[in-house]
């Protein structure tokens, strides 16, 4: 079992930046893969980020290619999203995602994930 705990949203004037953090508990952590999603009011969730169990590969949607970079800290159990040179799109509740076994070619599909944490909301003002 894992849990998931989100902080740092907010609200942010366009342009600025915020860091999102997921810390988990339970032993998996470092064996699972984890993700970044999010869903605007009326929307589904969507794919953000994600990244493999070492942190040596990340994979991004292309809404926010070269803007956020996602990070792991094995020792902490903690998952990281820095967002940069935001955007009112942006808004949205975020929601790190955990699962031991999705694959690249599933890790964009949010029902392949086993573990949600409650959410966090980030509102990008214009």
């Known amino acids: 079992q894992v849990q998931l705990v989100e902080s740092g949203g907010g609200l942010v004037q366009a342009g600025g930046s915020l860091r999102l953090s997921c810390a988990a508990s339970?032993?998996?952590?470092?064996?699972?893969?984890m993700g970044w999603f999010r869903q605007a009011p009326g929307k589904e969730r969507e794919f953000v980020a994600a990244?493999?169990?070492?942190?040596?590969?990340?994979y991004y949607a292309d809404s926010v290619k070269g803007r956020f970079t996602i990070s792991r800290d094995n020792a902490k159990s903690t998952v990281y999203l820095q967002m940069n040179s935001l955007k009112p799109e942006d808004t949205a509740v975020y929601y790190c995602?955990?699962?031991?076994?999705?694959?690249?070619?599933?890790?964009?599909?949010?029902?392949?994930?086993?573990?949600w944490g409650q959410g966090t909301q980030v509102t990008v003002s214009s």
């Open positions: 990244i493999n169990r070492s942190g040596g590969s990340t």
């Open positions: 339970g032993r998996t952590f470092s064996s699972s893969i």
């Open positions: 995602a955990a699962d031991r076994f999705v694959g690249t070619a599933t890790m964009r599909i949010p029902i392949n994930y086993d573990y």
